[in-house]
């Protein structure tokens, strides 16, 4: 009797031993996990709550609802903080809140790490730091499906920026061009008011129109709008009084079809501006819209066909 009693005495003993010897009193719980995407285009998607809609799954798949908590099993995670690269997630798993932080690492231009760390009390009982070692698996679990939604989400292009953005070229191409300030940003008569000029030269030039009309409209210091448009010609024309004639080189552009009126058309510029930035290539010149679909003859802005066109180096 006396040997049981001190052969269980010894396990508990050597029990408590390994608890304290392997569950620290700070259990760090931290999770990596690679994007392939910027370091940029990664932190614009975590530093928006609003973005989180767009990539935040449940553990069974579903999206999240709007206006109810980011939850994961039941444990809620809510955006705190922000700093460079940095952000301030807290963790809620009942009455259990962590502070926790997510910081993004380059490892190359289309390669981000993200690097996930809280801690947890352990308590000073044996029970209470197996019971928070066992939440803190948990919670780790739970980090490591958020993380793996992230990623999965950020690294296809076409979901940070919202479009397929792709490298193309042009042919050798002749242009009759007209340039126009106006105080407010051009109407969609406005824009095709200006073409009537160029068509006209064109058609008394006996030539022909080889390509979609062009449209730039850059804002100036003055916050009024420079209007830029061009039509492709087959042959070189002469230029007259505003008209002038203009040589579009085959070169290198990142190109983006968009789908929708203006406001889609300026997100859509705006989101290739950051594809441009984020991945570090130079613009070589102002970009330029090709209007695919008549809008004059189409009122309906959701059947607008735009190609959006950003000279860059290779």
């Not at 009693?5 to 392997?22: E, K, M, N, P, S």
């Not at 850059?218 to 492709?232: C, K, T």
């Not at 090709?290 to 180096?313: A, G, H, Q």
Request: net charge positive.
């Amino acid at each position: 009797m006396k040997k049981w009693f001190a052969g269980i005495l010894v396990v508990l003993i050597l029990t408590l031993i390994c608890i304290y010897l392997f569950i620290p009193a700070k259990i760090v719980i931290s999770k990596i996990t690679i994007t392939h995407t910027t370091i940029n285009g990664a932190y614009r998607f975590l530093s928006l709550e609003a973005n989180w809609e767009k990539w935040w799954r449940n553990s069974d798949g579903h999206q999240h609802v709007k206006q109810t908590p980011f939850t994961y099993n039941g444990t809620e995670f809510k955006l705190e903080h922000l700093s460079s690269n940095v952000a301030g997630i807290r963790i809620q798993s009942g009455k259990l809140v962590l502070n926790s932080v997510m910081n993004l690492v380059s490892f190359a231009t289309d390669s981000t790490g993200a690097v996930w760390v809280s801690e947890l009390s352990a308590g000073n009982s044996p029970f209470s730091r197996l019971a928070n070692y066992k939440r803190a698996l948990e919670i780790k679990n739970d980090m490591t499906g958020i993380l793996n939604n992230f990623s999965s989400f950020i690294s296809d292009p076409k979901n940070v920026y919202g479009l397929p953005i792709y490298r193309s070229s042009t042919k050798d191409t002749f242009l009759l061009s007209a340039k126009y300030r106006s105080p407010v940003y051009p109407s969609t008569a406005e824009i095709y008011r200006y073409l009537v000029p160029l068509r006209k030269s064109i058609a008394s030039q006996h030539a022909e129109i080889s390509g979609y009309p062009m449209v730039n409209v850059s804002l100036q210091d003055d916050n009024s709008y420079e209007v830029q448009v061009a039509i492709p010609t087959n042959r070189l024309l002469q230029g007259k009084d505003s008209l002038f004639v203009r040589r579009l080189v085959p070169g290198n552009f990142m190109v983006c079809e968009v789908h929708g009126g203006e406001y889609t058309i300026r997100e859509s510029l705006k989101q290739l501006e950051y594809f441009i930035n984020d991945y570090g290539k130079t613009k070589m010149a102002i970009p330029f819209q090709s209007l695919v679909t008549d809008r004059m003859n189409e009122p309906d802005t959701s059947k607008w066909i735009t190609l959006l066109y950003m000279p860059v180096r290779r």
